[in-house]
T-cell receptor, first 115, second 108 residues
Framework: GAVVSQHPSWVICKSGTSVKIECRSLDFQATTMFWYRQFPKQSLMLMAT?????????EQGVEKDKFLINHASLTLSTLTVTSAHPEDSSFYIC???????????FGPGTRLTVL | GQQVMQIPQYQHVQEGEDFTTYCNSSTTLSNIQWYKQRPGGHPVFLIQ?????EVKKQKRLTFQFGEAKKNSSLHITATQTTDVGTYFC????????FGTGTRLQVFP
């Protein structure tokens, strides 16, 4: 159990376009989902915490108007990178928590390349 | 936020040698989690430590939480090539803050 999926697994886009990444909890309801970004050979940096039915909480330095997060249901959260630029190229990973014991279950990640 | 530091940043070992990564925080931690991330993959939860001085084992992996709950360690006995990856500790409050990670390379 506790499977989290992400779609797409990779995406290449032109500079200035927007990209939507989906994160789904397949076999549990996730009251909270988290979005991370990981640059090559670096640690995971938390971008925002997404709570179902309410606005996301963004970490310091993360532009909420650039990284739009929607958590419309207990099994789906989406991250939209608006007007993507090459510096947004990164590995984006979501995680979901059923709210028990603080354990998070990670999706497989989405590798974004902006040309 | 208060990042958790890990040392070493990289470790290259010969297969069969032991490996240890250390996690240090300037503040007291309520608990600490450990994750493994294979190259190109996503973090996989290994364990959570909660109690001061706690020691837990998973086969060849031994996890310790310091008495002051400010540091933790992961020790792998007799490494295998399947142990290759980056090991992260993470402090957990209402969100996970990952440590800087230790990348392990095992040569056959």
């Amino acid at each position: 159990g506790a499977v989290v999926s992400q779609h797409p697994s990779w995406v290449i886009c032109k500079s200035g376009t927007s990209v939507k990444i989906e994160c789904r909890s397949l076999d549990f309801q996730a009251t909270t989902m988290f979005w991370y970004r990981q640059f090559p050979k670096q640690s995971l940096m938390l971008m925002a915490t997404s709570n179902e039915g309410s606005k996301a909480t963004y970490e310091q330095g993360v532009e909420k108007d650039k990284f739009l997060i929607n958590h419309a249901s207990l099994t789906l959260s989406t991250l939209t990178v608006t007007s993507a630029h090459p510096e947004d190229s990164s590995f984006y990973i979501c995680s979901a928590s059923p709210g028990l014991a603080g354990q998070q279950f990670f999706g497989p990640g989405t590798r974004l390349t902006v040309l | 936020g208060q990042q958790v530091m890990q040392i070493p940043q990289y470790q290259h070992v010969q297969e069969g040698e032991d490996f240890t990564t250390y996690c240090n925080s300037s503040t007291t931690l309520s608990n600490i989690q450990w994750y493994k991330q294979r190259p190109g993959g996503h973090p996989v939860f290994l364990i959570q430590l909660v109690k001061s001085g706690e020691v837990k084992k998973q086969k060849r992996l031994t996890f310790q939480f310091g008495e002051a709950k400010k540091n933790s360690s992961l020790h792998i006995t007799a490494t295998q090539t399947t142990d290759v990856g980056t090991y992260f500790c993470a402090r957990n409050t209402d969100k996970l803050i990952f440590g800087t990670g230790t990348r392990l390379q095992v040569f056959p």
